[in-house]
């Protein structure tokens, strides 16, 4: 268990739909990060934040946005979902000063979109 | 830019058997290098890491891995695997000034009783 939760677990949801994707990082961790998984393009990084703050944005669709709360849980706002948007989303979360380059991810939240 | 080659999509090796999974990366300056392991279901979890220093590292589950910089490499190995390690590994670089990990495409070790 590396400490990082996401819920919900598993999504399925319509076409022109919008679901937001909840993570908890690690206790002391201030930087999440967002991946997602697809057979396609496979692990690719599409956002991080940093106590509150954007920090890096990767490949990172219009639709989709994220943010970072004082409590420092992060939403995955996926909005307009189109059949491509099925994938698994994974959370990380990194900050521990003496092990700030790791980063620990979350169990995932498969989406599908019908 | 970084990227990060895994060769072989698919291993199969006998229980028991030793273990070798390839990993290429190519990035400019010292990269810190991880592998990550993928069961089926199942989030990503650290196997080991490489920032600097000694370029053999230890992980868990038995692993290790060498960094070698003359030939960009990171490949993991174990000298004898279970059925347990059936499951998908990834190799990653970290950049020294983005945060995001990089990933290969995946090795998926199928393991034969």
């Known amino acids: 268990d590396s400490g990082v939760t996401q819920t919900p677990k598993h999504l399925i949801t319509a076409t022109g739909q919008r679901v937001t994707l909840r993570c908890s990082p690690r206790s002391g961790d201030l930087s999440v990060y967002w991946y997602q998984q697809s057979l396609d393009q496979g692990l690719q990084f599409l956002i991080q934040?940093?106590?509150?703050?954007?920090?890096a944005k990767g490949n990172i669709l219009e639709r989709f946005s994220a943010q970072q709360f004082p409590d420092l849980h992060s939403e995955l706002n996926l909005s307009s979902l189109e059949l491509g948007d099925s994938a698994l989303y994974f959370c990380a979360s990194s900050g521990r000063l003496a092990d700030q380059e790791t980063q620990y991810f979350g169990p995932g939240t498969r989406l599908l979109v019908l | 830019a970084q990227s990060v080659t895994q060769p072989d999509i698919h291993i199969t090796v006998s229980e028991g058997a030793s273990l070798e999974l390839r990993c290429n990366y190519s990035y400019g300056a010292t990269p810190y290098l991880f592998w990550y392991v993928q069961s089926p279901g199942q989030g990503l979890q650290l196997l080991l890491k490489?920032?600097?220093?000694?370029?053999l590292v230890q992980g868990i589950k038995g692993f290790e891995a060498e960094f070698k910089r003359s030939q960009s490499s990171f490949n993991l190995r174990k000298p004898s695997v279970h059925w347990s390690d059936a499951a998908e590994y990834f190799c990653a670089v970290l950049t020294g000034t983005a945060s995001k990990l990089t990933f290969g495409t995946g090795t998926r070790l199928q393991v034969t009783l």
């Open positions: 934040y940093y106590n509150g703050e954007e920090r």
């Open positions: 490489y920032f600097s220093g000694d370029t």
